[in-house]
């Protein structure tokens, strides 16, 4: 019934919809998210420069640009958003205090994440996952968790940061 009456009252007055991660807090953070965030823009920029290659796009092609941009788009979206709940929810003073870079560098992926969503230019999204994975890094540090790099097993087949668990 309760269910019932919500709904009529969001069909005359619409609900805004809202998310937001948890902010119990479930002290659940890994950087992977935004990582693999920044694996796809570089490998969909990859795509669309191997379609640029053509003298002319079908209509699929054109159909396929148009896909490639938008997964561009939301994945650019991904890292930001991704980057922020660490930043915010996550790094405080100690954090702070180990690594008082850590602001600029999230300012730096924030600026750079933009600067990949409006260009296709594989050079930008390579820089934003050094910036990225020097996030990575520190994060782990602060969990005092040792890392490594290894070139990702999948297309576009980059370094990234990964955690030793051991």
Aim: aromatic share 8%; glycine share 2%; with cysteine.
């Amino acid at each position: 019934m309760l269910f019932q009456l919500l709904e009529k009252l969001d069909n005359k007055k619409p609900f805004e919809v809202l998310s937001a991660h948890c902010d119990i807090p479930c002290k659940i953070y890994d950087p992977i998210t935004a990582q693999l965030a920044v694996l796809t823009m570089i490998r969909m920029v990859d795509l669309l420069n191997e379609l640029e290659e053509k003298d002319e796009l079908s209509l699929n092609d054109k159909a396929q640009f148009s896909r490639l941009v938008g997964e561009k788009e939301t994945h650019g979206h991904k890292v930001k958003d991704e980057i922020r709940v660490i930043w915010g929810d996550y790094i405080k003073q100690p954090q702070l205090e180990q690594f008082p870079e850590i602001h600029e560098l999230v300012h730096s992926i924030m600026l750079t994440a933009s600067a990949a969503k409006q260009k296709i230019d594989k050079d930008v999204t390579l820089k934003l996952l050094t910036l990225v994975n020097r996030f990575a890094e520190i994060f782990w540090i602060t969990k005092g968790v040792e890392t490594y790099t290894a070139v990702s097993p999948y297309p576009p087949a980059q370094n990234v940061i990964y955690p030793k668990l051991s």
